[in-house]
């Protein structure tokens, strides 16, 4: 069976606040590389997932 990728991406759009909501908001990760200095780039599938990240990180890419 092949996944549908415009049904997946839709998926994903309409989940990504609930998404947000249940995982985890440690993302030390983040914190790292940020302290140290450096850019930190999100990639993503889904446009609301990246407008989370965008309001949580204004200034990250």
């Known amino acids: 069976m092949n996944a549908d990728p ?5 998926v994903y759009e309409r989940q990504a606040t609930e998404y947000d ?3 985890s908001k440690a993302l030390f ?9 450096f ?6 599938f889904s446009k609301a ?4 990240a ?3 990180w204004p200034d990250g890419d």
């Open 6 to 10: 415009k049904g997946t991406h839709a």
């Open 21 to 23: 909501r249940r995982r």
């Open 29 to 37: 990760e983040a914190r790292w590389f940020m302290a140290e200095g």
């Open 39 to 44: 850019d930190v780039t999100g990639v993503d």
């Open 49 to 52: 997932m990246l407008a989370i």
């Open 54 to 56: 965008r309001d949580r």
